[in-house]
Each structure stands twice: as structure tokens, then as C-alpha cells.
């Protein structure tokens, strides 16, 4: 029963310090952040319609038929009075669409929490979830942002894009942002400056390298400069 007991102990420090372990890297926050708030814009896009189209009677201004489109490819058709008349499901969509959102979420744990190589997995996470929302809004707004069409049989059909909509296409651009932010960072990291030192004009050797500054930091005389000091000379009597 005792080992027992210290076997919990000891598994419940090492989660304890694992948690505790887990700080925030300095300088990561900014991307981070802008990062959630991309992901958290495109949520409403998984379970409400992006875009829809409206069928009305013009005189009576009842609605006649609808149409509801989802980003990741469910379409809803609905009669009067708001009647289901037909579901277009596809599961495949939802799938990759919150299988893309779990990954973005990692991704931006993985960038404030960690360090190494593997950062560069963030980046390629968001960049994928950033592709498919900027693919999705291109094909909406590339329609129309809202048409009202008039047709000579009396009825009124109105083309717009919903909230979740707009929410998904602000989401496509922030996380293009936080994908700057992210390859700034990582420059940056990876890519330190040389030192003040190290750098000299164009065809020059750089100033911490030359041989005459290396001798005088080590206190001897450039190449080739001469001693000064009386001159010496030797006698025949001294020399015999």
C-alpha cells in the first residue's frame, strides 16, 4: 500500500511539474493572440451557414423558398413558412473543417509554449486553416456581398452573405496577419545578427578579424612597424 501511495505521489509531482513548466516564451504572445482570435472568428462557421438565398413573393412578401449554404459544404433548402424541403449534408467537410480548427489551436499552444525546430509546425498548421477560409471567402464574396434581383414573374430574390460569413472572412485575414507575425519571429530567432564588430565596408576583411587589431588587443606592434629607441652600435673592440 505504501509504494502505492508513492507511486501516485510521484506521478502527481512529475504532472504538477510538467504544468508548471509550461510557461509562456517571452516575445511569442503577440502572434499567439492574434492567432486565437482568427480561430475563434472562423468557430461560428462550423455549426451556422455562410451564405444564403431567398425566394419572395414581391406583392405579398411572403417567403416562398430558401437556400443555406455552410463553408465546408452542407446545403439546406427550406419552403414556405420555413419548411425543410431537402438537407445536402457532407460530413467529409465537417470533418476537415474541425480537424483544421484542432490544429490551429495546438498550433498556437505549441508556438507560445514551445521552443526548438518544431515551432515551424505552427506557421504550417495556421497556413493550412488560413488557405482554406481565404478559398472559401474568395468563392462567396466572388459571387456578391448582397443582390436583391427582381424577376418579371413577381418574385424577389435576395444572394447575401450571413454573419458567420463576414466572422469567417475577418478570420481569414487576421490569421494571415498572425502568419507575418510568426515568420518575423522565427527570422529573427534563427537568423541572429553578427556582431557590431564582425561587420566592415564591402571588400574589406571586418574589423575584429584584422591582424593589426588582433595585435593590438594582445599589446604587440602591427606588422612591419619599427622599434623606436637609440641606436646601438658595435665596435671592432667589441666585437673582438
Known sequence: MASDGGGARLMRDRLLGGVSSARPVPGRWQ???????????SAPSVVAPTWVQAVADRERGDLLSGQSQWSWGRVELTG?????????PNPVGLAVAVTLLVLAVVAVAVWVLSRGPRLVLAPIALALLAGRLLTTSAERHGRAFRDVI???????VTNGSTTAGWLETAAAGVLVVAL???VVRLVADFCPRLPADAEGPEGEEPTGRHPDAVAARAGLRPKGARLSGPEVGLTDEEGR
Open 180 to 182: 507575418a507575425l510568426m
Open 150 to 156: 427582381a424577376s418579371e414573374a413577381g418574385l424577389t
Open 31 to 41: 502572434a499567439g493572440a492574434v492567432a486565437l482570435l482568427g480561430v475563434a472568428l
Open 80 to 88: 414556405l413558412t420555413g419548411v425543410e424541403l431537402g438537407l445536402v
